[in-house]
């Protein structure tokens, strides 16, 4: 109960965070470190969810799936190149936060990334981007390649969970994910504690994830198995 509760409250203090910084439609700075200030400008159309991005003389299209843009803001995602990057930004339909990652060569705006949710811009090369999952928040990590200007996903087995709840009708957990070979029955009312969750699954229900049971057990189950025999799961969007 306590890990999910506060686990959604920093969801919700990202949320929170996030809204607190300042996205703007114009602003004058030095992109590229040549010296010489850049005109920043962002049209958005509100039937259509296209934004126009412009830098000087240059311009590039985009467009949200479902969201108007508004604003951008400038960010550095490694302070020791010489460049600085624009993240076009819209809240979405419930808060399902977008950015698209622009930087500027001198004489072209290019297309670095699409970040979705809560990234974190640290300045260091690497940028971390909280996903809210319902009822806990996974973590992604992406990595500035210089040399083409990209951010690439560092890709992960599992993501970290670490919640407690309580079994409300016994089931069994696997020693595969594919869920052969039993590797124990959990018994009502014991607490279990979700580990791991592998998330390369289409269907959300197929999610796996990794529990610890109190004998220190530890095994695989899909969140369908998981939500219609547990409690103390709180999920929110």
Known sequence: MKHAILILSLGLLSIN??????FVFSQTVDLNSDQ??????LESSYNTYEFR?????????GKFIDGDADGFKVIDINTNDKYKEIAVHTPGSS????????????????????????PSFNGN????????????????????????????????????????????NGFEIFRERDLKDKVALLSEGSEII??????????????????????GLLGWVDFRT?????EGIHTAD
């Open 17 to 22: 965070l996030l809204y607190a910084q300042d």
């Open 36 to 41: 010489i200030e850049e005109e920043i400008k």
């Open 53 to 61: 991005l412009l830098v000087n003389d240059r311009a590039v299209d």
């Open 95 to 118: 808060s399902d936060d977008v950015y698209v990652i622009y930087w500027y060569d001198g004489k072209e705006i290019v297309f670095m990334d699409r970040l979705s949710r809560w």
């Open 125 to 168: 090369g690497i940028v971390y981007v909280n996903n809210w999952e319902g009822f806990w928040s996974s973590r992604d990590k992406y990595v500035l390649d210089n040399s083409e200007r990209k951010l690439k996903k560092v890709e992960q087995f599992a993501y970290y969970v670490g919640i407690t709840i309580t079994v409300k």
């Open 194 to 215: 979700l580990i791991l969750c592998d998330k390369g699954y289409e269907n959300y229900n197929d999610h796996r994830y990794l529990i610890r049971s109190t004998s």
């Open 226 to 230: 998981i939500w219609d025999n547990t």
